[in-house]
């Protein structure tokens, strides 16, 4: 992963000819970016997966932001007194941390954003981050656990995430397979990449929570992303008697686990997956073997939160991207859209669009109700992380599409209501 320090950004300033000259921004630190002086236009960079891997993260982007650009346009942000048009620049990341990093780097660069939005697992977000800490670019960040995140950043000051923590997931997940008669058994599925050891990481990860509710973790070590051959793990799980699985493979690994380990005759009682069955599409693919497979659920039409920026529920935004796009709602749409509501209230609160470092520390004061559940940057739980509520959910038969994610465990969040109770998976076919 490519990760730009101050003093290679500065080289790569030098050497493609952008001026970011120290203190270019009086508030800010040397080696912040440069801003173009008396700008009446917000230019706001957005990195996302959008094709590869992690496409199903980047599925909704599109929407969110034409979306946003209608609304500005009819109600243009005050910054210091005076109305900005907005820009968005969307560049896609194509799921690869190199490729992340280098369009942040352009971003920052050559179209001197002024604040940077970036989505979808440590992949994405983390590279991202780096940079704008780099360049002296206020950044937010959502749709990753904190911990990765925030592991070995210490005290950014340019970086800020909202997003759930791989605790909530621990949570989550057992509270999922507290529903379940099984051998308290479970097997690990996580992969060689950010997601993958930070989940397994055995003092930060999902393992101490797990073990401390006794449960045994059968653990055969990190897969290499994009292989085809799981007969390793199944053996282990499978000679564990593991009727637990849990893990965060990509949805192509999953699929092949899956059908291999139906093949091979490994059934467990229950199975949830982060990342692997995020997309409506991700789980159709399995066909039935995709019933009652479990995730963890960060945002769904249910959820009672309304947006700050246009006032619409969390039903009323995926009712209104159903009708724009024909397509399922999917989990990153209501981050996506959180996203932009933290832009917003944060460029609201700085002085002027050309204060980089007043944006930041606006940020770093928010307290807002979003479409996603409250955020607040001040409470922590480590600096400049705010949370975001996490619940369990499992895939079921639909009646408009073929499955439909139902919100089945909610431990800490009741507000956050339930649409049905815990399944075990059905019988393995024969």
């Known amino acids: 992963m490519r990760r730009l320090d101050r003093r290679r950004f500065l080289k790569a300033v030098a050497a ?8 270019a ?15 009446a236009t917000v ?8 094709t590869g891997v992690l496409a199903a993260f980047g599925e909704a982007d599109q929407y969110v932001i034409a979306a946003f650009q209608e609304h500005v346009a009819r109600n243009p942000i ?21 490729r992340a990093a280098d369009v942040a780097a352009d971003l920052i660069l050559n179209d001197e954003v002024h604040l940077m939005l970036v989505s979808s697992t440590p992949d994405t977000t983390n590279p991202v981050s780096d940079q704008c800490e780099a360049g002296g670019v206020p950044c937010v960040a959502a749709a990753t656990p904190w911990q990765p995140w925030s592991s070995g950043r210490q005290a950014p000051a340019w970086s800020y995430l909202f997003s759930w923590g791989l605790d909530d997931v621990e949570a989550v997940y057992a509270g999922m397979w507290d529903q379940v008669v099984t051998n308290r058994t479970a097997g690990a599925l996580w992969p060689d990449d950010p997601d993958g050891l930070a989940w397994a990481n055995p003092n930060t990860g999902v393992l101490p929570g797990l073990t401390a509710r006794g449960y045994s973790i059968v653990n055969p070590g990190n897969h290499v992303p994009g292989t085809q051959d799981f007969s390793a793990q199944i053996a282990a799980f499978r000679d564990a008697q593991a009727e637990v699985l849990f893990g965060v493979p990509a949805p192509a690994d999953f ?8 093949d091979q005759g490994h059934r467990p009682r229950i199975a949830t997956l982060g990342k692997a069955l995020l997309s409506p599409s991700d789980v159709e693919a399995l066909g039935p073997l995709g019933m009652n497979l479990g995730t963890e659920v960060w945002w769904s039409p249910g959820h009672p939160f309304t947006s700050s920026l246009t006032g619409q529920s969390a039903a009323a935004l995926a009712q209104a991207y159903s009708a724009a796009t024909g397509r399922q709602w999917t989990q990153p749409l209501g981050h996506a859209h959180a996203l932009f509501e933290v832009a917003v209230a944060a460029l609201a609160s700085a002085g002027a669009v050309e204060d980089r470092r007043g944006i930041a520390d606006a940020i770093g004061r928010l307290r807002l109700d979003t479409v996603v559940g409250p955020l607040d940057w001040t409470a922590g739980p480590v600096p400049n992380v705010a949370t975001t509520p996490l619940v369990g959910g499992q895939w079921r038969a639909g009646t408009a599409s073929p499955f439909e994610l139902v919100v089945v465990s909610n431990p800490g969040h009741p507000e956050i209501p339930l649409a049905g109770a815990v399944e075990p998976l059905p019988t393995a076919p024969s």
């Open 43 to 50: 230019r706001i960079g957005f990195v996302s997966p959008e």
């Open 78 to 98: 005050r910054i210091g007194g005076r109305s900005h048009s907005v820009e968005v620049l969307k560049r896609d990341s194509q799921s690869d941390p190199d």
């Open 25 to 39: 921004c009086a508030s800010g630190p040397p080696g912040a970016a440069a801003a173009s002086p008396g700008s």
């Open 16 to 23: 493609t000819g952008t001026v970011a000259v120290a203190g």
């Open 255 to 262: 699929a092949a686990f899956w059908g291999q380990a139906t």
